[in-house]
């Protein structure tokens, strides 16, 4: 494994190592300023409340490529600001295949991570709404030619997607840019051992949350990232919180907002042990993912694993992971008063809540395990290596 920035201690994940002459400090110097520049124009002009905006370009050029080590087969995560495009996928060995797993819409765009609406990735982008844009020609749409220039030279073989959700991988199939190339759909695993019901009574013992309390979680890297939806939770709450005696709100994540709540909350912050978070889990009566759009959000793979039913909006690959009225509900992205609807039918009935978590938790071993989604990969490895396969004796077979 090789990345841009290591905090793991597993001597097999290497750092990626910067060059440092001279020529390449000043090489590299000079890509970090126009890249900056060019989104530098945007900076007074970009809305508040949206995510990252990626460019395709990286300051580092080939020198990522040049210290991937010999191997059978390269896999691709996230990568943006790391690997630059143009160089990476033209310099790319012909004998080695390329399987890059999906984690958003950003390679698909023109720099967005999730498009919230906007639908110009489907063209050519430009008019940016998250660069506050009115020019049909700006970052954006410069960004998505460069994407399609360097991809439209790329043989199909070249290349094989993951797709983490069905949504992702159907966004996919629908892109200009990407959508002549094959595409699986793995979802992501977890370790269901570590993430895994706990005692609840000790659990809240623990946490100081009363025992007789209905308890709602959120959970969130970054609790105001409107995307996640913690605004409509709130109005949710706001419409059932007289239907649900004891009711009370725990949320995870950076950044408590200061929004008024009429019941009880405890918010924990942020958290980054597993074995605690499971115990935070697992001193819940029901998750909330209420997020308007989303991949395949680990949240929910957490809160099932941890025998907690969800409730949340149907969107990205929410759905493929909350099957209605069998380990949780969906309702229409947005529509406040089904989920205060849905949350007050699951909290007040103690019977189907509990049926609901214990089919979370069976739908978890059985869907998301690590090793079923290792298994999944190593077998997609194969078949692109394997004898017959598109890269036959170790090169590509031409079509």
């Not at 009880?264 to 909330?288: E, I, K, Q, T």
């Not at 969800?310 to 992205?333: C, E, F, Q, S, Y």
């Amino acid at each position: 494994m090789v990345v841009e920035s290591r905090t793991s201690d597993d001597p097999s994940v290497v750092t990626f190592e910067k060059p440092m002459d001279g020529l390449e400090l000043v090489r590299r110097g000079l890509r970090q300023v126009r890249i900056a520049q060019d989104a530098n124009r945007y900076r007074r002009s970009r809305p508040k409340g949206y995510e990252e905006f990626s460019d395709d370009r990286s300051a580092y050029a080939s020198a990522v490529l040049d210290q991937i080590p010999a191997c059978d087969v390269i896999n691709l995560h996230w990568i943006p600001g790391f690997v630059d495009y143009r160089t990476f996928f033209k310099r790319m060995t012909r004998s080695t295949p390329i399987v890059w797993t999906l984690h958003d819409l950003n390679p698909l765009t023109g720099g967005c991570h999730y498009s919230l609406g906007c639908d110009r990735y489907l063209a050519h982008c430009g008019t940016c709404p998250q660069l506050g844009s009115d020019k049909p020609k700006d970052l954006s749409h410069e960004i998505w030619e460069r994407k399609r220039r360097v991809f439209s030279r790329a043989p199909p073989s070249t290349l094989h997607f993951v797709a983490p959700s069905r949504w992702l991988g159907g966004e996919m199939r629908r892109s200009p840019i990407l959508g002549r190339f094959g595409v699986d759909v793995i979802p992501y695993g977890l370790d269901v051992e570590e993430f895994a019901p706990r005692h609840r009574g000790s659990v809240r013992d623990l946490l100081g949350i009363p025992r007789d309390a209905r308890v709602l979680l959120f959970v969130a890297e970054e609790v105001g990232n409107e995307r996640k939806g913690f605004t409509c939770l709130v109005k949710a709450l706001a419409q059932c919180a007289g239907k649900i005696p004891n009711l009370m709100l725990l949320s995870v994540g950076r950044n408590r907002p200061a929004v008024p709540i009429d019941i009880p909350w405890r918010h924990l912050g942020s958290v980054d042990n597993d074995r605690f978070l499971s115990m935070v889990y697992s001193a819940a009566d029901l998750f909330a993912i209420c997020s308007l759009q989303d991949n395949l959000p680990n949240t929910v793979l957490e809160a099932i694993a941890c025998g907690i039913p969800v409730v949340g909006h149907a969107v990205g690959g929410i759905p493929d992971m909350i099957r209605n009225g069998v380990n949780g509900l969906t309702v229409p992205v947005a529509d406040v008063e089904a989920l205060g609807a849905a949350i007050a039918d699951v909290l007040r009935d103690t019977a189907r809540c509990a049926e609901m978590g214990a089919n979370a938790r069976r739908i978890a071993v059985e869907e998301y395990s690590l090793e079923l989604q290792g298994r999944r990969y190593s077998e997609l490895y194969a078949t692109l290596v394997e004898p017959g396969g598109p890269y036959r004796d170790g090169h590509l077979q031409q079509e």
